[in-house]
């Protein structure tokens, strides 16, 4: 596939489909816009449907996300969509042009995939048949070599029904499943453990959606056990952290050579945060768990004091994610200071917990 996204880095764009987590779709589609914001790659005429965005971009935001991104599960170069009806697919799939330089003398195969139950009226398999017939009777017309080979193809065509309807494209690149990118990263597994941690993935989310970015000051001022700040480092940021305790921050140093990372960790109050006016993303999830403390502070005010410090230190039109329970004010309390809210999404943790994950602009 490197190959392939290679030749197509030479377009200016390309219109691409990508696959996106079903248990947090909002977050995924905002997580992937983020990452082409922060990475400064261009982008236009985005469309959404269910688990699935279309969108025009260049061809290295691929790689960008696929090595970024926590919520993004497959990547497409599109080809064509339609109607989810089986003649419907077969006809449209019929006037699709295909690059035959980028595929003569491989072997391929059809996938399809519904996301929850859609087209579940039509027959899988028979669809894979007929188009991988089209595929192969459009290369054969022009002379070219290409063989079906369903065990291990060079190359994968996927298609996907969403929202009653159907999109076809060539599969560029596919995530690791969790487990394999993320579990062994989570609190247990490191050095020095602290409950009530958020999982790597949702790290990930949150300095994502910070827009934090290569080289720059990144910075979480309840850095606890350093799990965001493992993702930010991982991600290629310059990484700051600082809690109040002192405990805290020798753990979260352990924690940072486990993953042979450095970064600048300081015993400090985040309400009065000692650090100058050239941090580039912020990303935090303050204490308000079961297993957290607050020093005996209320959390509302925790909230506002902190976020007026944050405003200080924050370069100009640069981003906050923050995490709070439902019931702080997080967008009064934000827009009071100040800041503006870019969007906000909601997560039940569990029965008696719901989240809200904030991003806002200074």
Same mark, same amino acid.
């Given at each position: ?18 696959? %996106? ?97 859609? !087209? ?11 188009? !991988? ?68 993935? %949702? ?13 720059? %000051? ?145």
């Amino acid at each position: 596939m490197k190959q392939l996204i290679k030749k197509w880095s030479q377009m200016a764009s390309r219109d691409l489909f990508f696959v %996106l987590n079903g248990e947090y779709p909002k977050l995924a589609f905002s997580e992937a816009i983020s990452i082409l914001q922060a990475t400064e790659r261009q982008y236009s005429n985005f469309t959404k449907f269910d688990q699935l965005m279309k969108i025009s971009t260049s061809m290295d935001s691929v790689q960008v996300i696929a090595r970024r991104s926590a919520l993004v599960h497959r990547c497409c170069a599109y080809f064509f969509e339609s109607d989810d009806t089986f003649e419907e697919i077969i006809e449209t799939a019929k006037e699709m042009i295909v690059d035959n330089s980028l595929i003569f003398g491989k072997s391929f195969a059809v996938r399809i995939k519904r996301i929850k139950n859609y !087209g579940a009226h039509i027959d899988k398999v028979e669809l894979e048949r007929q188009l !991988g017939a089209v595929l192969f009777n459009h290369l054969e017309q022009i002379n070219k070599v290409m063989k079906v080979n369903l065990e291990n193809p060079d190359i994968t065509f996927y298609g996907i029904f969403t929202e009653n309807k159907f999109f076809f494209g060539l599969n560029l690149w596919k995530s690791e499943t969790y487990f394999q990118r993320f579990d062994k990263r989570r609190g247990h597994k490191r050095e020095f453990f602290h409950p009530g941690t958020l999982e790597p993935r %949702l790290s990930r989310v949150l300095v994502n959606l910070s827009r934090a970015k290569d080289d720059k %000051l990144f910075l979480d001022p309840f850095s606890g056990s350093g799990g965001i700040l493992i993702e930010a480092g991982l991600i290629g940021a310059t990484i700051l952290g600082c809690d109040v305790q002192k405990t805290m921050v020798k753990g979260a140093s352990v924690n940072l050579k486990q993953f042979n990372l450095s970064g600048n960790l300081i015993c400090a109050d985040a309400r009065q945060l000692p650090f100058k006016d050239d941090i580039y993303a912020i990303a935090t999830d303050p204490p308000y768990g079961r297993s957290s403390t607050t020093k005996g502070i209320e959390l509302n005010k925790l909230i506002q004091s902190f976020l007026g410090s944050a405003t200080n230190i924050l370069q100009k039109k640069r981003y906050i994610c923050i995490c709070t329970p439902t019931h702080i004010n997080l967008q009064t309390i934000a827009n009071e200071i100040g800041l503006k809210t870019v969007e906000l999404h909601k997560m039940r943790v569990h029965k008696s917990l719901t989240r809200i994950i904030g991003v806002f602009q200074n």
